[in-house]
């Protein structure tokens, strides 16, 4: 009885642990078009920088109480408050691709993409996403994508 009751404590107490361990690096997008970064996780803490770009995706590396450690794709970090964040429907392109028509590559090419340019996610399957970008609606493949 004792080894039973054993086995169902390790499983319940190693379980949380190692799911909060799948959740910890996630990605969301900014909210407003300015958002405060923090030194720490704290209001108090001074303002270490300030995004100005609405829908800017960031990776949550870590998290305290109502704010979020992220880093961006340039390596830049810090803390926001979780009321800043959203779920991340956007990306940044890495490498300079094409936006296609349909999702081939033997699709009609509808823009080039420079690299740092912002995409917005409308559906997304195993590898290939539909996305907007300012005037431009198209399907890129989901390779150098950040924010995937």
């Not at 969301?28 to 970064?37: A, G």
């Not at 956007?90 to 094409?98: T, Y």
Request: one cysteine or more; aromatic letters at 14%; hydrophobic letters at 40%.
């Amino acid at each position: 009885m004792y080894k039973i009751f054993l086995a169902i404590f390790l499983v319940y107490t190693i379980l949380p642990s190692s799911s909060f361990a799948a959740e910890k690096n996630y990605f969301l997008m900014l909210k407003n078009n300015k958002v405060n970064v923090r030194y720490g996780p704290s209001s108090d803490s001074p303002i270490k920088f300030i995004y100005k770009k609405k829908f800017l995706p960031v990776k949550v590396i870590d998290k305290k109480e109502n704010f979020r450690k992220i880093i961006d794709h340039k390596k830049n970090s810090g803390w926001i408050h979780q009321i800043m964040l959203k779920k991340s429907k956007s990306f940044i392109v890495l490498k300079n691709k094409i936006l296609f028509k349909e999702p081939s590559y033997f699709s009609k090419p509808v823009a080039k993409l420079s690299a740092g340019r912002l995409i917005l996610s409308k559906k997304c399957n195993n590898e290939w996403c539909r996305v907007k970008t300012n005037e431009y609606i198209g399907w890129i493949d989901i390779k150098n994508l950040w924010g995937i």
